[in-house]
């Protein structure tokens, strides 16, 4: 796989290995893009978990049990896509909440990767020639629920927050709209909440998953080998956890990352699982949301954080306004409309303005963004470079606030 791994620590962590080039192997890797041929998606469904299956057989490290929970996962999704074929969506919940609870030890564990959520968030609206009040960037009030539609994830009816990791995956998100019609907010978690919500993390696809282990390995065998002392039994057993977690739960992140086949078709077949799984997620109070990666976007080791999307339903009904656990949850910006931000050739970061004699915008302490945005150009681009980098910057100079019901 030539992941560099220093060589003395090759014999001694051969499972860590093996379970690097596993998830580094292709036929693993995710999204999926549909074949002109694959007309009936339960098929395909079968398809990609039956030869996940038969790779796990030849994983000698991965014990039994993990493959038992593996499989089973996997035959309650085929369930489940059945019975919603049939026109039993209660019973395909049921069927899918069965597998779930079937690796729901694996799923809590995912918990541990939540310091891989960005805490700074990004929110987009289209609206030509229109201003939006910071509720307007918020979720769908409970008044216009009828709003909320079928999306992957989403129930239609149930408002939810939708939030990208960066500018540029929330414009590729909403289909690529004319940039002079965007607005934008900047979101952060609240103090209250910064490294404390519990988000069931999809956000990352099996290939970086795997360069991201690797890196960590590598740095642990470094700092040992500094200190003149090998890797403990510790270093490497949580890591080995963190990549059998992520092979036990590959069918349903899996299953929630195929890319649109009919764009125009009222039924995606492609939603049905995301939707069931964001249910689940809307039933239990272990998790408030869901970080998924998007299937819009080119996937490499330099802008996978930029490709991160978060969904969070609300967590209570009301007959208008919006969820207060959520509004607890955030703070965000007013929104910035592009054809502001355009008007400001010059990037923030690098601007003072001074007014009455006194510095009112000077140099943010932060780093310029270094993912690269792959496949949108002939030539690769550094992010803080792009329009979208420098838009990010520009609502750095926006306050951040609640929401509240009166906005």
Known sequence: MGIGILDEYKIMHDDILEYLDFLSHKTVDL??????????????????LNQYQEMLVKLPRFSDSHKLKTRTLSEYIEK?????????????????ESG????????????????????????????????????????????KRGLATTQRYSIPGLPCLYLGGSIYVCWEELKRPDLYAVHGSKYQ?????????????????????????????????????????????????????????YIILWPIICSCSIKVKNTNDSFKPEYIVPQLLLQWVSNHSEFQGICYFSVNTFHNKENYLLNQN???????????GYCSSLISMFQLTESAPWQ???????????????????????????????????GISPMDSIYSKTQFGMYEEF??????ASVNDVD
């Open 31 to 48: 999204p999926i893009i549909q074949q002109k041929d694959e007309d009936f998606f339960p098929e395909l469904i079968h398809k990609l």
């Open 80 to 96: 489940s896509l059945d019975a919603y074929y049939s026109g039993q969506p209660a019973k395909a919940y049921d069927f899918l």
């Open 100 to 143: 779930l609870n079937v690796v729901k030890d694996k799923i809590l564990q995912a918990k541990s990767f939540r310091d891989m959520v960005p805490n700074t968030l990004y929110r987009m609206r289209v609206g030509l020639n229109k201003s939006y009040k910071r509720s307007e960037m918020f979720h769908i009030p409970f008044d």
């Open 189 to 245: 978690f609240s103090e209250k909440y910064k490294g404390k919500v519990n988000i069931l993390y999809f956000g990352i696809t099996p290939k970086m998953f795997a360069h991201e282990i690797s890196q960590e390995y590598k740095y642990r065998a470094y700092v040992r080998k500094k200190n003149k002392s090998a890797l403990n039994d510790k270093d490497v057993e949580d890591l080995k956890i963190l990549l059998e977690t």
């Open 310 to 320: 978060i969904v969070i339903p609300v967590k209570s009904s009301k007959k208008e």
């Open 340 to 374: 502001i931000f355009n008007l400001n050739s010059i990037p923030l970061v690098e601007k003072k303005i001074e007014s009455s004699g006194k510095l009112i915008l000077e140099k943010k302490d932060i780093l310029p963004r270094g993912e690269m945005i792959i």
């Open 395 to 400: 609502l750095d100079s926006y306050e951040l």
